[in-house]
T-cell receptor, first 114, second 112 residues
Framework: DAGITQSPRHKVTETGTPVTLRCHQT?????MYWYRQDPGHGLRLIHY???????DKGEVSDGYSVSRSKTEDFLLTLESATSSQTSVYFC?????????????FGAGSRLTVL | AQSVTQLGSHVSVSEGALVLLRCNYS??????LFWYVQYPNQGLQLLLK??????LVKGINGFEAEFKKSETSFHLTKPSAHMSDAAEYFC??????????FGTGTSLTVIP
């Protein structure tokens, strides 16, 4: 997993509660990403970061916010979780591999919102 | 705009048979293209990538893919399926090198 740690790996919460997922990398990569994976939808980009305090929205950013105060940590926050946010969340970093940027993924965080 | 379409959400092949997983892309600029594999309860692993060098790209575990600009396709093949190939496969496109868009995935079943 190339030094990418996601926490928690599993979480069950109730509708309306805030949730924060953490992604930690040990290799000092500039770009970090949060994706969600849902059956029939593949992976969809939520937010990404291109440096400390530099973030941008992806295709499914509504209901999510992110923060990156240190190069190694990228946090995904659900301000008020809804059942539609039940999903598996993957963090990824972009790194050069033989002349092209490729994504390397963490092991995923499974979130269930009741 | 960039997008990827994977034809066939489920593909079944017999062990030893040819594997063909289809991917068509849309990109306004010459793209980078990727195939990733996901085994159950794991993250995604890079199988192979196309970066405008050779159009036929070889990856890990005997997989390869051919970039065909005229057909806007990047289909994944393997001559002989093995039981261990059973997994979910994702095609992805990147035009900028820093934003990546994925298809909806193809689940491969290998029948003994």
């Amino acid at each position: 997993d190339a030094g990418i740690t996601q926490s928690p790996r599993h979480k069950v919460t109730e509708t309306g509660t805030p949730v924060t997922l953490r992604c930690h990398q040990t290799e000092n990569h500039r770009y970090m990403y949060w994706y969600r994976q849902d059956p029939g939808h593949g992976l969809r980009l939520i937010h990404y970061s291109y440096g400390v305090k530099d973030t941008d929205k992806g295709e499914v950013s509504d209901g999510y916010s992110v923060s990156r105060s240190k190069t190694e940590d990228f946090l995904l926050t659900l301000e008020s979780a809804t059942s539609s946010q039940t999903s598996v969340y993957f963090c990824a970093i972009s790194r050069d591999f033989s002349g092209a940027n490729v994504l390397t993924f963490g092991a995923g965080s499974r979130l269930t919102v009741l | 705009a960039q997008s990827v379409t994977q034809l066939g959400s489920h593909v079944s092949v017999s062990e030893g048979a040819l594997v063909l997983l289809r991917c068509n892309y849309s990109s306004s600029v010459p793209p980078y293209l990727f195939w990733y594999v996901q085994y159950p309860n794991q993250g995604l692993q890079l199988l192979l990538k196309y970066t405008s060098a050779a159009t036929l790209v070889k990856g890990i575990n005997g997989f390869e893919a051919e970039f065909k600009k005229s057909e806007t396709s990047f289909h994944l093949t393997k001559p002989s399926a093995h039981m261990s190939d059973a997994a979910e496969y994702f095609c992805a496109v990147s035009a900028t090198g820093n934003q990546f868009y994925f298809g909806t995935g193809t689940s491969l079943t290998v029948i003994p």
